[in-house]
């Protein structure tokens, strides 16, 4: 097969999980005779206000947002160039930030499957979470004004009725668009069965979502067994926070540090720490995975629903324990009491109580790791690739 894999996530500044999956998949593909060519049309915008948005880009960026048809028409020529040129057999499109490479798939008559790894099909900023506020219960025209303002620096014009209603009513209608696009596929394919609820719930046809869960390489991680000294106790994220449970990480840091002086509590995603949480920032992912390598526990405190939870796959492949809140996907991955423990979402004294269950307990520590290590394998890569293959093949023919 020649196949396609289009989308912004393959721009090499884009952060998480969904980029590396991707890739993974088309080079397993790859491996298994298949063509597999990326398109990478635009450029990631990152913007925290308006003022800080160069002049060439603000037309790009507002596009995404106030576009109800969902189409950028510079990017539908684009794509449709590119599609008449690679003259692909089937096009997987990954997270584009609209569905300008699914109208292209469709005019040019090309059959499409969609991954969907975010909320992009019901939040315009795919995330169903706005900070200060929390988990959004689902898109309207108020909510998904306020998110999209408040992520730009809007504040000004937040209790505005008049912005809110032309926002709001522009973003729903773009968002209705999408699930129009989306309907139009011949499959869509999500990691998790959390996932593909939260798509039927939102109106998409059941039998059109397949539930392939994303792949690790098992055989790859090794992970290094606790001996003796300091134990790692590591939260590992890249963006938001506050959606990611880093403010709860501080507490439960706070709350055992003093009881545990033998602990040490890392995260990356932040520069800010304190005297109980070394803060290291955005790190590089091979020295990522070397310090998840040395920790005793993982620790997954996410208040928003994860799509899926790779890092929990990644942990347990490494032979870590991991303590989580039972958020969105993370459930279907860790299995409680087993490989961990699961605790009730934003509950962070039953988070605090699991994580130090197995800092006093090195024995049940290292048993959970191992059942980890053993669970993992229902998450190899060559699962994944194998039944991306099979569907892709399906579609094709």
């Known amino acids: 097969m020649n196949i396609v894999f289009g989308g912004v996530i393959f721009h090499e500044s884009w952060l998480g999980g969904e980029p590396r999956v991707a890739l993974d998949i088309a080079q397993g593909l790859i491996d298994s005779g298949q063509k597999v060519q990326t398109l990478v049309p635009r450029r990631r915008i990152t913007v925290s206000s308006l003022a800080q948005l160069p002049k060439k880009d603000m037309f790009e960026y507002l596009m995404t947002f106030v576009n109800a048809f969902d189409v950028h028409p510079n990017l539908l020529k684009r794509y449709l160039t590119y599609l008449k040129t690679l003259k692909p057999d089937i096009v997987v499109a990954w997270f584009d930030y609209d569905s300008s490479l699914l109208y292209a798939t469709a005019k040019a008559g090309i059959p499409a499957v969609a991954a969907v790894h975010s909320y992009y099909t019901m939040c315009p900023l795919n995330t169903l979470f706005i900070e200060g506020e929390g988990v959004c219960p689902g898109p309207s025209s108020w909510r998904c004004s306020r998110h999209i303002l408040r992520s730009v620096g809007i504040k000004a014009i937040l209790g505005t009725p008049i912005a809110n209603m032309a926002l709001g009513g522009l973003t729903m209608s773009k968002l209705g668009q999408r699930k129009k696009f989306l309907s139009g596929t011949s499959a869509i394919v999500v990691p998790s ?203 094709a023919n």
């Open 193 to 395: 069965e959390h996932l593909k609820r939260r798509l039927v719930e939102h109106g998409i046809t059941e039998e059109l979502v397949n539930v392939i869960p994303n792949g690790v390489d098992v055989k790859s991680f090794r992970g290094k067994e606790y001996a003796a000294g300091k134990k790692i106790v590591f939260l590992p994220f890249t963006w938001s926070p506050e959606a990611k449970g880093y403010y709860h990480f501080l507490k439960l840091a706070k709350n055992l540090g003093i009881k545990h002086p033998d602990a040490c509590f890392v995260s990356t995603g932040v520069t800010t720490g304190t005297g109980d949480v070394h803060a290291l920032g955005y790190i590089p992912r091979d020295c990522m995975l070397e310090l998840m390598s040395k920790a005793y526990v993982i620790v997954i405190p996410s208040i928003w629903e994860e799509p899926f939870g790779l890092t929990a796959v990644e942990a347990m492949a490494m032979g870590k324990p991991v303590v989580a809140y039972a958020s969105g996907g993370i459930p279907e991955i860790i299995e409680d009491q087993v490989t961990g423990y699961l605790a009730k979402t934003s509950n962070i004294d039953q988070l605090t109580s699991y994580v130090e269950k197995i800092l006093s307990d090195p024995v049940a520590a290292a048993t959970m790791g191992k059942a980890g290590r053993e669970r993992a394998h229902k998450f190899d890569l060559g699962t994944t690739v194998r039944q991306y293959h099979e569907l892709l093949s399906r579609v």
